[in-house]
């Protein structure tokens, strides 16, 4: 068990550029979950998956996100045309089950200058 | 809709007790427990799925009133290493999103 994955760990983008991340949950967790965490603040749900079904994706918080989780293993999230209001810690966690504990990543720190 | 936590932080000395509370507006399936630190990612501490339920881990317990839509998290004779951010975490009857709605987090300093 390497626990969650995350890379890159740091992304400087300028504003307008697109941004891809990704996320390698425990191997056997069917679960994945992206979570966008600002200053001060708790973790906010983006989107989540089970296997390679994206079962919720209406917190996303714009159309401008997207994510992808191919063959059920790792997951990409996407931001296009970045803007400085999406600078924030990203989040990546992964459970076996429902109401299982999740087990965070280190995230992606994004900063859109 | 985002649970409320409070205190928004507590100073405490090495040993002393601390009491974090968490409260919904709506009702509650689940309230998980996570801690971070800073530059790391939050940690599991436990997960309350009944109400009035009582769970214990080494000497941090937490409690879960479903009926008040509440859950406390007791920390008792606190060492420096529970210094952090305490969040909790809720879900709603039904899974909804079936993600957790966080609260803005307890910052808890342990002073020796």
């Known amino acids: 068990d390497t626990g969650v994955s995350q890379n890159p760990r740091h992304k400087i983008t300028k504003r307008g550029q697109n941004v891809t991340f990704r996320c390698d949950p425990i191997?056997?967790?069917?679960?994945l979950y992206w979570y966008r965490q600002t200053l001060g603040q708790g973790p906010e749900f983006l989107t989540y998956?089970?296997?390679?079904?994206?079962?919720?994706k209406s917190r996303l918080l714009s159309d401008r996100f997207s994510a992808e989780r191919p063959k059920g293993s790792f997951s990409t999230l996407e931001i296009q045309r970045t803007e400085q209001g999406d600078s924030a810690m990203y989040l990546c966690?992964?459970?076996?089950?429902?109401?299982?504990?999740?087990?965070f990543g280190s995230g992606t720190q994004l900063s859109v200058l | 809709q985002q649970p409320v936590q409070s205190p928004q932080a507590v100073i405490l000395r090495e040993g002393e007790d601390a009491v974090i509370n968490c409260s919904s507006s709506?009702?509650?399936?689940?309230v998980h427990w996570y801690r971070q630190k800073h530059g790391e990612a939050p940690v599991f501490l436990m997960i309350?799925?009944?109400?009035?339920e009582q769970k214990g881990h080494e000497k941090i317990s937490a409690s879960f009133n479903e009926k008040k839509q509440q859950s406390s998290l007791y920390l008792t004779a606190s060492q420096l290493s529970y210094s952090g951010t305490y969040f909790c975490?809720?879900?709603?009857?039904?899974?909804?999103?079936?993600?957790?709605?966080f609260g803005k987090g307890t910052h808890l300093i342990i002073q020796p």
């Open positions: 966690a992964s459970s076996l089950v429902r109401n299982e504990k999740l087990f």
């Open positions: 191997s056997e967790h069917n679960r």
């Open positions: 998956f089970q296997n390679e079904a994206q079962l919720e």
């Open positions: 709506k009702a509650l399936y689940s």
């Open positions: 309350l799925l009944k109400g009035g």
């Open positions: 975490g809720t879900e709603a009857p039904g899974g909804g999103a079936d993600g957790l709605t």
